[in-house]
């Protein structure tokens, strides 16, 4: 299995500015994800994060709100830019080994955002 | 949108098996069917996937019907600690991974 850590683990931050989280996988891996789950809810991908190129984004999602970043194959991050306290949200960085194939996905613990 | 439907929760009894329905209907012959359960304050953790045989590792076995329009997640000596909410999740083998999270369903435990 892999495993990922992320930084920070939560802060409190203020409304309008921005906030980077790190993510970290133990070993190479094929795919990175983000996810958001928003208090009481599921989780819903927020973008692809491409190895050396931009990232693919969902729909409702955009790179100038959710700029990330993929320098290699093991580090990611999200950036979560001019913060409203609707961006409140468990935020998730995932990865997948393909190699594996079942390409079973691995969760990091969450950074827990609050914005006030 | 997600492609599956289960109950929004469900009791289960320690020590008893917990059987965990999931709809999919609509499922197309190249997705398969993967199980993830998410226990409170951490990121989900994948369980089994499945496409048309049953499978069974060392958490649970799944269980899918021969249309393949429905499966079943089973848990077969239930913790507390199993207390979590599972999610169904259909998955072309081509999605490049993106995992489309339904609202799963919140399994309790109790003693």
């Known amino acids: 299995s892999a495993v990922i850590s992320q930084k920070p683990s939560r802060d409190i931050c203020q409304r309008g500015t921005s906030l980077t989280i790190q993510c970290q996988v133990d070993?190479?891996?094929?795919?990175m994800f983000w996810y958001r789950q928003q208090p009481g809810q599921s989780l819903t991908l927020i973008a692809t994060a491409n190895q050396g190129s931009e990232a693919t984004y969902e729909s409702g999602f955009v790179i100038d709100k959710f700029p990330i970043s993929r320098p290699n194959l093991t580090f990611s991050t999200l950036t979560v830019s001019n913060m409203s306290p609707e961006d409140s949200s468990i935020y998730l960085c995932s990865a997948l080994r393909q190699d594996r194939g079942s390409g079973e996905q691995f969760f990091g613990p969450g950074t827990r955002l609050t914005v006030l | 949108d997600a492609k599956t439907t289960q109950p929004p929760s469900m009791d289960c009894a320690e020590g008893r098996a917990a059987n965990l329905p999931c709809n999919h209907s609509t499922i197309s012959g190249n997705e398969y069917v993967y199980w993830y359960r998410q226990i409170h304050s951490q990121g989900p953790q994948y369980i089994i996937h499945g496409l048309k045989n049953n499978e069974t590792n060392e958490m649970a076995s799944l269980i899918i019907t021969e249309d393949r329009k429905s499966s079943t997640l089973i848990l077969p000596h239930a913790t507390l600690r199993d207390t979590a909410v599972y999610y169904c999740i259909v998955r072309e083998t081509d999605s490049w991974g993106k995992l489309q999270f339904g609202a799963g369903t919140q399994v309790v435990v109790t003693p």
């Open positions: 070993s190479q891996v094929t795919m």
